[in-house]
């Protein structure tokens, strides 16, 4: 058989699949590119609304969102490799009993989900002096979490420009309700958090409805499933577990540090520059996350080329990536002020551009050892990086070094977890390509 060139195979992979990666792609990040619009159009909206300070408590109250998530128990992630490994062999029947075990498990760490959040608003700072707010946030995000189980399926099936479109309803549905709201009335707080949950919730069931329209799985009754059933998913998910805490800790904690030691208004600030640069990591990970689909067939496949062509596509995007937060680094002070109404200097910046580009490296690699389930390097990786980032962070704090401390921090965590992927990554796709020698690919539950 005569082999194709990996650049050949490189185009094929882009244009190929359900739509193609490359205009799946394009089709998220435009639509990332309006749901951006309309998070930087509310900023301006809740700072006169609320004033900076006020902004900054609504940033840390808002983040519950983040908390929730650890819920899961990295479950959603092995879902979304089973499903796209069962439909990639067109086996309905495997897709459908891994969706039926995993609504289960999200019933289980939903009601987790709500002792946790009961506990934090009664105990934990700002979140007790803000009870119903806080509580209205965090019944809304449980909800939504249950129904976003719904989100790994389509993913699993490859439905991202499904998912790009219906992820624009909460936010701007949410800005509406902002330019609605009479602008001599003051907004109370619990007001605005029953208003975001709803919005919330309204996308999270035109989700449910959409998803289960484009496949065929019949989840029966769910809650019948048996302990044995949840050992496999759960197994995988704590490993999965372990990288979300991770995560957690260097993308979710930033707001929560900096409003109990620096206040309101830096927290505003953070927030700010946060929501500018993040946009990049945002449309980088939605290239990410369609990559990761991508991988799994290849792994179904054993076609290694076509995961070596991948490979190199994610890190050529890197490059493009960071180039254009680069160029917004230079701009950033007018820049910031222009999107979300909130001044924060350049040199603040940079630490963010930093972070940015060292986070997508490591994303750049992790991601085929998520997609083949090798993630013991990675575990130990992050599992380092939680205590490397809080200490990091409370010195730089403690020494004066302001909001940049917490993306200082969260790139020196980072480091660790790039060099693992990348070396075990490079292992992986060095190995014997399936499509060539017939050997199974790594974490193929057929290999030796």
């Given at each position: ?13 882009l244009?190929?699949?359900?739509g ?7 089709f998220?990040?435009g ?11 509310t ?6 609304l ?6 900054g408590?609504?940033?840390?109250l ?12 990295g ?8 499903i796209?490994?069962?439909w990639?062999r ?12 995993g ?11 709500l002792?946790a959040?009961?506990l934090?608003v009664?105990?934990v ?10 509580g209205l946030?965090?019944?809304?995000c449980?909800?939504t ?8 399926v389509?993913?699993g099936?490859g439905r991202f420009?499904?998912l790009?479109l219906?992820?624009?309803?909460a936010p701007?549905?949410?800005?509406t309700?902002?330019q ?5 009335t003051?907004l ?12 919330m ?7 449910v ?12 009754a ?14 995988t ?18 707001s ?6 620096l206040?309101g208004?830096e ?8 929501r ?24 179904a ?5 076509r ?14 990536f960071?180039g254009a937060a680069?160029?917004?680094c ?27 580009g ?6 750049t690699?992790a991601?085929?050892l ?16 939680i ?5 990091a962070?409370?010195?730089?704090l ?10 200082i921090a969260s790139?020196v965590?980072t480091l660790p977890?790039?060099?693992v992927c990348f070396?075990?990554a490079r ?10 020698s ?5 974490g193929?539950a057929?290999?030796?």
């Open positions: 058989m005569t082999r194709q060139p990996w650049a050949a195979r490189l185009r094929a992979t244009a190929g699949g359900s193609g990666m490359l205009a799946s792609t394009g998220s990040i639509t990332k590119a309006l749901q951006a619009v309309a998070s930087f159009a900023v301006h909206r809740l700072v006169l609320w004033g900076l300070s006020g902004y408590l609504w940033v840390t808002a983040a519950v969102a983040l908390y929730i998530s650890l819920f899961d128990v479950v959603g992630y092995g879902v979304k490799n089973r796209s490994e069962a990639g067109g086996n309905v029947a495997e897709a459908t009993v891994v969706v039926r075990v609504v289960a498990i999200y019933c289980v760490a939903s009601l987790a989900a002792v959040g009961a934090l009664l105990l700072s700002p979140f007790r002096e803000h009870a119903l707010a806080a946030l965090w019944v809304a449980v909800a979490f249950f129904l976003s189980f719904h989100n790994m389509l993913q099936l420009k499904t790009a219906l992820s624009l309803i701007c549905a949410w800005f309700a902002l609605l709201w009479p602008r001599e003051a109370p707080l619990p007001v605005g958090a029953a208003v975001y949950a709803a919005a919730l309204l996308q999270a069931g035109i989700t409805a959409v998803s289960k329209r484009v496949h065929d799985f019949h989840i029966g769910w809650y019948r499933t048996r302990l044995r059933e949840f050992q496999p998913l759960v197994r998910g704590a490993r999965f577990l372990v990288l979300q805490l991770a995560s957690f800790a260097l993308n979710g904690s930033g929560f540090l900096i409003y109990r030691t206040g208004a927290t505003a600030q953070y927030d700010a520059a946060n500018v640069f993040s946009v990049f990591t945002i449309a980088f990970t939605t290239l990410i996350a369609i990559a990761w689909t991508e991988i799994s067939k290849a792994k496949a054993r076609d290694r080329v995961a070596v062509a991948i490979h190199r596509l994610l890190h050529a995007a890197v490059l493009v960071l680069m160029v917004a230079v701009v950033s002070e007018p820049l910031t002020l222009a999107l979300t109404g909130i001044r924060v200097p350049s040199a603040a910046t940079a630490a963010f551009v930093l972070y940015i060292i986070q997508m490296l490591a994303y690699s991601v085929f998520n997609a083949y389930e090798r993630l013991r390097g990675q575990i130990l990786a992050a599992l380092l990086s205590p490397l980032f809080f200490a962070a409370l010195v730089l403690a020494h004066g070094g302001g909001m940049p401390s917490i993306p790139a965590a977890s790039l060099v070396v075990i292992r992986l796709l060095a190995e014997p390509r399936g499509d060539e017939g050997a199974a690919m790594p193929d057929s290999a030796p």
